[in-house]
Each structure stands twice: as C-alpha cells, then as structure tokens.
Nanobody, 127 residues
Framework: QVQLVESGGGLVQVGDSLRLSCAAS????????MGWFRQAPGKEREFVAAIKWNGVRTSYADSVKGRFTFSRDNAKNTVYLQMNSLKPEDTALYYC????????????????????WGQGTQVTVSS
C-alpha cells in the first residue's frame, strides 16, 4: 500500500520557520518527482514546490521563491520543505504528492500530474 505521510506543521508567528517532512512507503520513490501543494480555506489547491527525482532541479511558486527550500533524502524515502520567513498568507493545509513517472525529465506544477497524495499537515501563521 502506497503511503505518503506529512508531518511538521503547526502554529507559528510571522517570520518564523517550519520544516515539513513527507515519508513515503509502499514503493520506491527515488525515481519520482515529488511535490508540495497547499490549500487554504475557500481556495483551490495550489502548487508550492517540486523536486526532480535526483534532487538536482527544483521548481517553486513565485509566492514562496527565496523563502522555501525543497530537498529529498532518497535513502530515507523522505522529502523536506524548509519554510522560512513565514507569512499569514502561507496558512494552509500542505500536501505532499508523488508523480510516479520514473526518471521524469521535467517537473509538473499541475496537481493532476501527481498520482499519490498524503493527508496533509496544517500550517498556521499568526500575525
């Protein structure tokens, strides 16, 4: 059974940092593009960041560029999202996702391109 389990969310103040983790199991994820998406109440799910299977290339939404860093440890089947300088508009439920296309040459920012999803971890930034 394929599982993605997010952790690390919480309630923080403006300017604080959080590191989200996503542990994958049930298949080999080292060949997959991994992504983070988020959804705020009343809004559609939006792309946050993605990382290529080998960790060489990343892609970020303009709203988080320069503040968030996506990394992966394939030996641990885990990806991380380091979030710095958090803002109230970062408040959302954050989802980890995997694109099962092995060794994909490009990164997709579309939610529909991802095949596996976690349950999400809540991030709340208080002003």
């Amino acid at each position: 059974q394929v599982q993605l389990v997010e952790s690390g969310g919480g309630l923080v103040q403006v300017g604080d940092s959080l590191r989200l983790s996503c542990a994958a199991s049930g298949r080999i994820f080292s060949t997959d593009t991994m992504g983070w998406f988020r959804q705020a109440p009343g809004k559609e799910r939006e792309f946050v960041a993605a990382i290529k299977w080998n960790g060489v290339r990343t892609s970020y939404a303009d709203s988080v560029k320069g503040r968030f860093t996506f990394s992966r440890d394939n030996a641990k089947n885990t990806v991380y999202l380091q979030m710095n300088s958090l803002k109230p508009e970062d408040t959302a439920l954050y989802y980890c996702a995997a694109d099962r296309t092995e060794f994909a040459s490009s990164i997709s920012v579309r939610a529909g391109s991802y095949d596996y999803w976690g349950q999400g971890t809540q991030v709340t930034v208080s002003s």
